[in-house]
């Protein structure tokens, strides 16, 4: 059969064979500069197929080493983005930025060695979370602490006491905490059994006492409804006479927070948050919150309270499963460290984008429209979430723009395209630019990104 005479884009061979000829490929290795290849003659292959027309051996060596080049970058294909949705924990969007002395110590340890297990006294092994698990002592008073790699790791961990026995948990509390994991499938996985007390809206001490009675419950497991809200006809079972009941009964008492706070969030104006230190006062054995959410630090699950249980959590193997790296460990207790120190709220990005007046946020709102110099910009009142699933129904006044036009929805997808990437949001025909959550050093770099899209899409609409 004769062969076809469509044109064909250069063999992998001789496309590697190009690039040694022309710069040695910057002494990469060559495993590398051909998986590159491949991926570049795919593309070609099916720019052709559509009816393009072949390009020049040399083009295509450029774009393979343009592609090295992107892979090894820095930042690799992570692009900056200012967040100006008026989400402060925007899950999409990674949650909390760091402090940054987090990204400071993050990156002390990532560059070389660290003491993570070796106690530099004697020599010997040492603890693993040491500095983290200080610091959540101190600002808990819990006996022990222990840090995991996620607040779902966190609370597994923590049922798990329960063996295969029963975990009592009110109706009302069977969550979902996001991506799909539900509290219920939690317990189940850590092979305990779920016993479920109460009605979905109203739940007491006694029937809790009912379970804990006749054995059918050996821990009893409270869950903090951060991201939702029951409201109306409710009632929920006191944290002290729960604890008094479960302990008379021998039952061990996990109350989980969810997004945790370690200040509180009543001084914003926001409904108070439950803090561990609350809920150990109040006789739970054990707290479980997250280190990556209110908290403002790296992704983690934290466990503070009973010294005895922690360590039993400790042996168990899956909390080595689950324990986080050096730069998180680092990362979260440069975090706690200023918890402690007093200067939360002057360095840790989330409280500060929380306690921000509003008069502020119009000023700088203000400069911004004066420096566009464009009518369709203009300062608007707007109203900004915490999100990560932490205060639910609770809002924040807020300032920022409102960029008005036939081409709302164009708009925000070249400002999301743009180099910082801007998320806003759309409402009534209109882009809205939340200042809450935009840190006041890329005020230039927003005002910058908004005129080069704004100047795009009137080109595209014209």
């Known amino acids: 059969m004769a062969r076809s005479s469509a044109p064909r884009p250069p063999s992998v061979d001789r496309l590697v064979a190009a690039i040694a000829a022309r710069n040695g490929a910057d ?3 060559r495993e590398a500069v051909v998986r590159a290849a491949r991926e570049v003659i795919a593309t070609e292959r099916a720019r052709m197929a559509a009816g393009a027309g072949a390009r020049p051996l040399d083009e295509l060596a450029a774009l393979v080493m343009a592609l090295l080049v992107d892979w090894g970058s820095p930042a690799g294909r992570a692009t900056p983005v200012i967040n100006a949705t008026g989400v402060i924990l925007h899950t999409n969007l990674g949650r909390a930025p760091w402090a940054r002395q987090a990204i400071e110590a993050a990156t002390a340890a990532a560059a070389g ?24 002592v101190a600002l808990t008073g819990a006996e022990d602490a222990l840090v995991t790699t996620n607040n779902a790791a966190a609370i597994a961990l923590a049922v798990a006491l329960a063996g295969r026995r029963g975990v009592a948990v009110a109706r009302g509390e ?8 539900r509290i219920p499938e939690i ?15 109203r ?70 948050e439950p803090m561990p ?62 918890y402690r120190a007093g200067l939360a709220h002057a360095e840790i990005p989330v409280l500060r ?35 990560g699933g932490s205060l639910a129904g609770e809002v924040l006044p807020s300032a920022g723009l409102r960029v008005a036009g036939p081409s709302a929805d164009r708009l925000a997808g070249a400002l999301r395209v743009g180099d910082p990437a801007v998320v806003g949001r759309v409402a009534d025909d209109a882009v809205l630019l939340d200042l809450r959550t935009v840190s006041p050093d890329e005020d ?17 609409d014209a």
């Open 27 to 29: 002494g990469r290795d």
């Open 113 to 136: 060695y660290s003491l993570l297990e070796l106690d530099r006294e004697t020599g010997r092994r040492g603890r693993r979370s040491g500095d983290a698990e200080d610091h959540l």
């Open 174 to 181: 069977l969550v979902e905490i996001g991506g799909g994991v």
């Open 187 to 201: 317990i189940r996985r850590a092979g305990a059994r779920l016993v479920e007390v109460g009605t979905t809206n």
């Open 203 to 272: 739940t007491r001490v006694a029937d809790f006492e009912e379970v804990l009675e006749d054995g059918r419950a050996r821990l009893v497991l409270r869950v903090h409804p951060s991201n939702f809200r029951i409201v109306g006809f409710t009632a929920g079972p006191d944290p002290t006479e729960l604890a008094e009941v479960a302990h008379r009964h021998g039952a061990i008492v996990v109350d989980d927070l969810g997004s945790g706070a370690l200040v509180d969030t009543a001084a914003v104006g926001l409904t108070h």
């Open 277 to 338: 230190a609350e809920r150990l006062a109040a006789g739970a054995d054990l707290v479980t919150f997250s280190g990556d959410k209110l908290l403002g630090g790296p992704q983690s699950g934290l466990i503070v309270g009973r010294a005895d249980l922690v360590a039993r959590i400790r042996r168990d193997p899956l909390a080595r499963a689950s324990r986080p790296d050096k730069v998180t460990l680092a990362a979260l207790a440069a975090t706690l460290g200023l």
């Open 353 to 387: 984008m929380l306690s921000t007046p509003v008069r502020d946020l119009e000023a700088r709102a203000g400069r911004l429209v004066a420096s566009a110099a464009d009518a369709a910009v203009t300062v608007t009142a707007l109203e900004a979430t915490v999100g």
């Open 444 to 460: 230039e770099a927003l005002a910058a990104a908004l005129q080069s899209a704004l100047r795009r899409t009137r080109s595209a």
